[in-house]
C-alpha cells in the first residue's frame, strides 16, 4: 500500500458526460501528479500540482482540468467525454517539488460507452 | 524530446532463471532513472531508481546500472520467482524534473 488513496476503483459512463476523480496524497506529500495509461499511449503525464498551485502541464486535453485544495487533495475532471478516454487514470504524490520518488495509487478505471 | 525504449514483451522464464530487462533512453541533461512494477490489477509500485551515471539500484534481488555512455538502465535479477510475474516500466524525469517519462513495458511471465 503506498498509501495514495483514489476513489471511485471504477467508473462507467456515456460519451458526452462529465466525471470527477479524487486522489489524496501520502500523508506530508505536497504535489500531486495525474497520468493517464492507454493501451494505444501508455502512461503519460498530464498534470502536476504542488502545495495548490499547477507546476507543470503535460499532454492534457484542453477538455479535462485537475485542482489541489488546501487540503492537498487533488480532482481530476474530465468533460465532454469520448470514448478515446477510456483509460486507467493514476494518480501519485511526492514530499516535494521534484519528481524524484513519486508514490502511485491504485488508479481508477475509466470506461465510457 | 526525452524518451525510453524498452524492449518488446512478453518474457517468459522458468522460475530460478536469470531475467534481463533492456531499457535506453534519450534525454538531455542527467534525469533521474527508475524501474516501476505493476502487478495485476493494482498500480505502480516504485523498485528501484538511480540518480546520477554509475549509480546502481537495488531492491528485492533485482538491479540496475544507470550507464551514461550506454544511455542505458536495464534491469537484472539473477533468479526470478513466479510471483515476480508483472509489468515492468522503466522510466525518467523529464528535463523540468517533474514528470516521469515512461517505456511501453515489458511483461514477465514465470512459470514453476
Known amino acids: 500500500d503506498s498509501g495514495v488513496t483514489q476513489t471511485p476503483k471504477h467508473l462507467i459512463t456515456a460519451t458526452g458526460q462529465r466525471v470527477t476523480l479524487r486522489c489524496s496524497p501520502r500523508?506530508?506529500?505536497?504535489?500531486v501528479y495525474w497520468y493517464q495509461q492507454s493501451l494505444d499511449q501508455g502512461l503519460q503525464f498530464l498534470i502536476q500540482?504542488?502545495?495548490?498551485?499547477?507546476?507543470a502541464k503535460g499532454n492534457i486535453l484542453e477538455r479535462f482540468s485537475a485542482q489541489q485544495f488546501p487540503d492537498l487533495h487533488s480532482e481530476l475532471n474530465l468533460s465532454s467525454l469520448e470514448l478515446g478516454d477510456s483509460a486507467l487514470y493514476f494518480c501519485?504524490?511526492?514530499?516535494?517539488?521534484?519528481?524524484?520518488?513519486?508514490?502511485f495509487g491504485p488508479g481508477t478505471r475509466l470506461t465510457v460507452l | 524530446g526525452d524518451s525510453v525504449t524498452q524492449m518488446e514483451g512478453p518474457v517468459t522464464l522458468s522460475e530460478e532463471a536469470f531475467l534481463t530487462i533492456n531499457c535506453t533512453y534519450t534525454?538531455?541533461?542527467?534525469?533521474?532513472l527508475f524501474w516501476y512494477v505493476q502487478y495485476p490489477g493494482e498500480g505502480l509500485q516504485l523498485l528501484l531508481k538511480?540518480?546520477?551515471?554509475?549509480d546502481k539500484g537495488s531492491n528485492k534481488g533485482f538491479e540496475a546500472t544507470y550507464r551514461k555512455e550506454t544511455t542505458s538502465f536495464h534491469l537484472e535479477k539473477g533468479s526470478v520467482q513466479v510471483s515476480d510475474s508483472a509489468v515492468y516500466f522503466c522510466?525518467?524525469?523529464?528535463?523540468?524534473?517533474?514528470?516521469?517519462?515512461f517505456g511501453k513495458g515489458t511483461t514477465l511471465s514465470v512459470s514453476s
Open positions: 501519485a504524490s511526492s514530499a516535494g517539488a521534484s519528481g524524484n520518488e513519486q508514490f
Open positions: 500523508s506530508g506529500d505536497l504535489s
Open positions: 500540482y504542488y502545495n495548490g498551485e499547477e507546476r
Open positions: 534525454a538531455t541533461g542527467y534525469p533521474s
Open positions: 538511480a540518480t546520477k551515471a554509475d
Open positions: 522510466a525518467l524525469t523529464d528535463q523540468a524534473g517533474t514528470a516521469l517519462i
